[in-house]
């Protein structure tokens, strides 16, 4: 259960914003600021491996109980052992399991992105793969900046840096190195 409270007041008034259910592991509620956007999560961990996961954009102006009244919360249509995050608009979708969407298979291992509106929607027409990995490739890590995605790929046991510079609207172009 996640709760609004303020300083300064008793917690049995604190406002519950979000329940999940008694089988559950933990659920949680986020807002937070990435590269000028708002965003705000809510997720129910199913076990250990899935997690269902619901968005709106962020208010920061409100507090979690007063956007009771507000926009509601949709959930992402994105498979329950993906983890969804972000990078300003859009969405970064890292696969544990293989997903068939929008006529395009992406095998686990894969980091994906979209317009994170087009995600909530459920609309992967758009949907680029920054990453797909093989038989002797894996995603190790992955790091943003202001403007790219640095992702660290341990290549034939090797690691490897790939850059992609954020275009804006979910696109993301690949950049070489100065080394490569």
Known sequence: MSKAWRRGTLLEDAVTVFEGEHTDIS????????RGFWHEFQH?????????????KGNPEKIAGELLVGEPFKRIPVPDDASVGTFADAALITLRSDWEIAGKAFPSGSLLSLRLD????????????????????SLQSSEGTKNFMVLSILNSVKTELQYWHYLGQGKWIQKQSASQ
């Open 118 to 137: 087009d995600c909530v929607e459920g609309q992967f027409a758009d949907i680029q793969g920054l990453f797909t990995p093989s038989d002797r490739s």
């Open 44 to 56: 129910r961990a199913l076990d250990f491996y899935h997690t269902a996961k619901w968005y709106r």
């Open 27 to 34: 659920v949680d509620q986020t807002l937070y600021h990435d």
